[in-house]
Nanobody
Framework: QVQLVESGGGLVQPGGSLRLTCAAS????????MGWYRQAPGKEREFVAG???????KYADSVKGRFTVSRDIRVNTAALQMNALEPDDTAVYFC?????????WGQGTQVTVSS
């Protein structure tokens, strides 16, 4: 059974940085894609950033130039470097992956941007 576990969330002041990481366990196949979504209170879950195996990278317009997504295909891990954080970035961040026709989700990690 595939499990995704996020780490690295926390409280940071506006303008600060955080790095989220995601590790997959129970998987013996390479994911076709990995990435990140987030869900703010009272809002729907939204796409943040993602990488497909061919190397194509996509970002939500709201995070372009501030966030950088990366992955290590060999060990099925992913990371999200978040810089210049803003209060609107406050949300639960979820690791996401896709492989063999299925999607997988982590439990989420809270990111709070506040002074």
């Amino acid at each position: 059974q595939v499990q995704l576990v996020e780490s690295g969330g926390g409280l940071v002041q506006p303008g600060g940085s955080l790095r989220l990481t995601c590790a997959a366990s129970g998987s013996i196949f390479r994911f076709d894609a990995m990435g990140w979504y987030r869900q703010a209170p009272g809002k729907e879950r939204e796409f943040v950033a993602g990488i497909i195996s061919g190397g194509n990278i996509k970002y939500a317009d709201s995070v372009k130039g501030r966030f950088t997504v990366s992955r290590d295909i060999r060990v099925n891990t992913a990371a999200l470097q978040m810089n210049a954080l803003e209060p609107d970035d406050t949300a639960v961040y979820f690791c996401w992956s896709k492989g063999r026709g299925r999607e997988y989700w982590g439990q989420g990690t809270q990111v709070t941007v506040s002074s």
